[in-house]
């Protein structure tokens, strides 16, 4: 059974950094491309970040290009989420996603999501 529990969310004021983790498990973690997404209240979610089975490819939002920064552990099977000089408007519930796919066949798999809230 495939796992992913995210951590490292919280309330944090503007300007300031927080880590996002996501331990995986139940699945062969460095086959998987790995993202992170979030969703804001009455918002759509969104693609924040994504890194490449390899580690070596990584993608960002236009949002987050220069302040957040996504890298991986394929021995620890975590990837990580370093969010920097955070804005009220990175406010969301961010989730992270393994996605794998192989000829027909398609492996997708979300975690429950972490609350980050920008506030004075």
């Known amino acids: 059974q495939v796992h992913l529990v995210e951590s490292g969310g919280g309330l944090v004021q503007p300007g300031g950094s927080l880590r996002l983790s996501c331990a995986a498990s139940?699945?062969?973690?460095?086959?998987?491309?790995m993202s992170w997404y979030r969703q804001a209240p009455g918002a759509e979610r969104e693609l924040v970040a994504r890194?490449?089975?390899?580690?070596?490819?990584?993608e960002y939002s236009d949002s987050v290009k220069g302040r957040f920064t996504i890298s991986r552990d394929n021995a620890e099977k975590t990837v990580y989420l370093q969010m920097n000089s955070l804005k009220p408007e990175d406010t969301a519930v961010f989730s992270c996603?393994?996605?794998?796919?192989?000829?027909?066949?398609?492996?997708?798999?979300w975690g429950q999501g972490t609350q980050v809230t920008v506030s004075s």
């Open positions: 996603n393994a996605h794998y796919s192989v000829g027909q066949w398609v492996y997708d798999y």
């Open positions: 139940g699945l062969s973690f460095s086959l998987y491309r």
């Open positions: 890194i490449y089975s390899d580690g070596s490819t990584t």
